[in-house]
């Protein structure tokens, strides 16, 4: 089955931008979507499509993708975007398999 | 507003079976546009698929436990369930259930329960 690497932590200053990437073959053919998760509570979509956000989701976050790299940017990284995100995409190995990344713990500073 | 709630023990034997369902409410589970997921995330740790079901019962299994998983769905009680056989203590961790959105490019779950914990041990 397909694999998604994920950088295991990244940091951020307060009002800076980062980016978190994802890598993995599947992503040459189906979009990520990317997942925050707080401690103690459930993941929350936050970018699926590349590039779009569902409803109460801030501006701030985007998505792009680029060869087999998808990325997922935080313009301006707010104290409560401290979290873990995780990519996810369709596993290019079979119809309807998933796979998740190993996500990233995003500090902001 | 579309809600998913998890139910089932919270502590299982080793070797048994891990039973846990999940309740759809506010929107109906027979709709064509989504399937239906679980998903699973041991203590400290990330992210696992188990599989996933569609509303006619066509089911997608994560190649690493499908011997062992069977996901199956009740149109009328607006709910689908996880079995997860001969549990180890590698299976203890948190179980979300999730709705699927499935397009062309892209795959998301968009709405997910709040979880819970399962426990293996005698």
């Known amino acids: 089955s397909s694999e998604l690497t994920q950088d295991p932590a990244v940091s951020v200053a307060l009002g800076q931008t980062v980016r978190i990437t994802c890598q993995g073959d599947?992503?040459?053919?189906?979009?990520a979507s990317w997942y925050q998760q707080k401690p103690g509570q459930a993941p929350v979509l936050v970018i699926y499509?590349?590039?779009n956000r569902p409803s109460g989701i801030p501006d701030r976050f985007s998505g792009s993708s680029s060869g087999n790299t998808a990325s997922l940017t935080i313009t301006g990284a707010q104290a409560e975007d401290e979290a873990d995100y995780y990519c996810?995409?369709?596993?290019?190995?079979?119809?309807?398999?998933?796979?998740f990344g190993g996500g990233t713990k995003l500090t902001v500073l | 507003q579309l809600q998913l709630q998890e139910s089932g023990p919270g502590l299982v034997k080793p070797s048994e079976t891990l039973s846990l369902t999940c309740t759809v409410s506010?929107?109906?589970?027979?709709?064509?546009?989504?399937?239906w997921g679980w998903i699973r995330q041991p203590p400290g740790k990330g992210l696992e698929w188990i599989g996933s079901?569609?509303?006619?019962?066509?089911?997608y299994y994560n190649p690493s436990l499908k011997s062992r998983v069977t996901i199956s769905v009740d149109t009328s009680k607006n709910q689908f369930s996880l079995k997860l056989s001969s549990v180890t203590a590698a299976d203890t961790a948190f179980y979300y259930c999730?709705?699927?959105?499935?397009?062309?490019?892209?795959?998301?779950?968009?709405?997910w329960g709040q979880g819970t914990m399962v426990t293996v041990s005698s």
């Open positions: 999730a709705r699927v959105v499935l397009m062309l490019s892209y795959d998301a779950f968009d709405i």
């Open positions: 506010g929107g109906s589970i027979s709709s064509s546009t989504y399937y």
């Open positions: 079901i569609y509303y006619s019962g066509s089911t």
């Open positions: 599947s992503l040459r053919t189906y979009y």
């Open positions: 499509a590349k590039n």
């Open positions: 996810n995409s369709r596993d290019s190995n079979g119809d309807h398999l998933e796979v």
